[in-house]
């Protein structure tokens, strides 16, 4: 958890629970400030944005909305009823991790950012697209490699600072298909997802907060039915993902902000979400 | 809910549901290209808004987060733990109105627009935050008038097209005090709300498209109590509404966009939502 010249006595008086909260780079202010240095982020004018268009990356939840387990994870009922009381009002019971939704850091980690623990303007960030569907088409294994974001970037240039990258892999028009969990009879998942080399390589070489796939697992579905090497990894370093996410097929590669409205819930691991586009 | 010199026999071969869902002003325009007129809406260009900074308005949802009604509304489960499984999720149990949440048309209606059925266009609009804490302050059954519309309309310009007016009454820094459901021996609560000659005149002679509470009623305490006659007339025009938003202290009384990220829950009448401001 040490970034590369720190002192070490500093990192380590630190609670990781504190450093996750705080966010790696107020966490890294700390340091400076113990050192008398000036956090180069506190000193940045605040960046400007312009959008005109506003789209939705939300499939609509329902009950039967496919989960990665097969389980059904999400249930309505209807206590109070315009026939009975001129009033209509719903009551939900969910697994956190269903429709499309957040998975914070606490999803795989012991003592990781829960949803209401991440700073809202960790939720509103650039968006980075990531088109592999071609490959994706013929292969339900296919994985994100750290190839497919240097080609993004020979394209578009670097990755913008503190964006999320996104997994177009197709899936997300699968909704209402076998494939869209991809289970075989053995019951393992054949869905695209990020390469645990592609964690690694933007967690160590590149400033990203979040990632997000339009399947229903960061870890390709076979990775994902044995040890979630990408959820460990990715959430366990205190950044976020969004599965299940749809849309991606109408924005550009970049230029798009996205928003992650996560639920604000005290604890929470994760959770359906609205996330939006601003173009 | 016919507009003013409109044809009656189109208004009423209509059906309800659908001009709800198209919104009135797509009912409006449906009726000009009957005429062969050209519906102004389709014509203007899109708006290109800015932002530098995002405020979460959203409060945290926990257990015991005050409720209406008294009752206890969202319960956590926590069927998968670290401890047990190396990974952290929970389920809930709530009721849709809990927390910082949404007023669908469907919640006051017989067939009015779920969360879903709203275009996310209409979610994302410029807000309008109207300052009435003094005299909520000193009288917990405090209304937003008319009146309060045109003072700050004598400052700020007309309200702002498609907007939403949320009412700033304090009532978001009194969460933790009994204040906040304002509760009485008879079971009455006392929070001030929205006027209901405010939704009508809004309805009648503003553009709006939502209003917002830092209360957990869009009536006031004492008359949703009763007969709630700020619910049935705004949503029931198919307009949207948001209860205990907070965070208003820091925005603009103009000039922020407001994002709310409503659940997306197919027949939903409303819900928590991730409310957010763009300034």
């Keep these: 958890m040490c ?145 497919d974001i240097k080609a993004w970037e020979a394209v578009n240039g670097p990755l913008p600072e503190g964006c999320c990258v996104a997994m177009n892999s197709g899936w997300h028009a699968l909704l209402d298909s076998p494939k869209f969990t991809g289970r075989d009879a053995e019951g393992k998942n054949h869905t695209p997802g990020f390469h645990a080399e592609t964690a690694e390589f933007l967690i160590k070489e590149r400033s990203v907060k979040g990632i997000a796939v339009d399947t229903l697992s960061l870890d390709r579905g076979l990775a994902s039915s044995g040890d979630f090497p990408v959820h460990y990894q990715w959430l366990g370093s205190g950044r976020w993902g969004v599965e299940a996410i749809a849309g991606l097929d109408d924005l550009p590669a970049k230029g798009a902000m996205l928003v992650v409205a996560g639920p604000k819930v005290r604890g929470a691991t994760g959770g359906p979400s609205r996330i939006i586009a601003l173009v």
């Design 3 to 147: 970034p590369p010249n720190c002192l070490h006595s500093i990192c380590e008086n630190a609670s990781r629970r504190g450093l996750l909260k705080a966010g790696f780079g107020i966490g890294l202010a700390a340091v400076s400030a113990g050192l008398g240095l000036q956090p180069a982020r506190a000193a940045a004018p605040a960046q400007e944005h312009r959008f005109s268009k506003v789209h939705d990356l939300t499939h609509t939840l329902f009950e039967g909305f496919p989960t990665f387990s097969g389980e059904k994870w999400f249930t309505v009922e209807k206590p109070v009823t315009w026939e009975k009381d001129k009033v209509n009002l719903h009551r939900w019971t969910l697994m956190e991790h269903t429709g499309t939704h957040m998975d914070a850091p606490l999803h795989f980690s012991e003592n990781g950012m829960s949803v209401d623990m991440i700073d809202i303007a960790d939720l509103v960030v650039p968006l980075a697209v990531i088109d592999i569907r071609e490959r994706a088409a013929s292969d339900p294994d296919a994985a994100l490699t750290p190839d």
